[in-house]
């Protein structure tokens, strides 16, 4: 088993920034892709950023590229994602996953842990 803890969400007006971060527990010693996905009131959850298992790989839904950054400290089984020039249309609960594979890493159903989520709010 692996528990999830995300942190760093908050409310920021439009054009500000929030770095979340990931912490990881438990059976770390597999090491795993990791992603980032964001749930607003009333609509699926959605992909957002995923990094594979080396860190060298990353991927990044079109509505937030050049604006969020994923990476990871395996020595300290955290993951981060920072996001900047946040827009209204950010605003959502954002959740951090693992999985053991590499592959289909936009995809929330092949993950196998998820955190319990964090709120992030950017007023406009």
């Known amino acids: 088993q692996v528990q999830l803890v995300e942190s760093g969400g908050g409310l920021v007006q439009a054009g500000g920034s929030l770095r979340l971060s990931c912490a990881a527990s438990g059976r770390t010693d597999n090491n795993y892709a990791m992603g980032w996905f964001r749930q607003a009131p009333g609509k699926e959850r959605e992909f957002v950023a995923a990094i594979s298992r080396s860190g060298r790989s990353t991927d990044y839904a079109d509505s937030v590229k050049g604006r969020f950054t994923m990476s990871r400290d395996n020595a300290k089984n955290m993951v981060f994602l920072q996001m900047n020039s946040l827009e209204p249309e950010d605003t959502a609960v954002y959740y951090c996953?693992?999985?053991?594979?590499?592959?289909?890493?936009?995809?929330?159903?092949?993950?196998?842990?998820w955190g319990r989520g964090t709120q992030v709010t950017v007023s406009s």
């Open positions: 996953a693992a999985k053991r594979s590499d592959i289909y890493r936009s995809r929330p159903d092949t993950y196998d842990y």
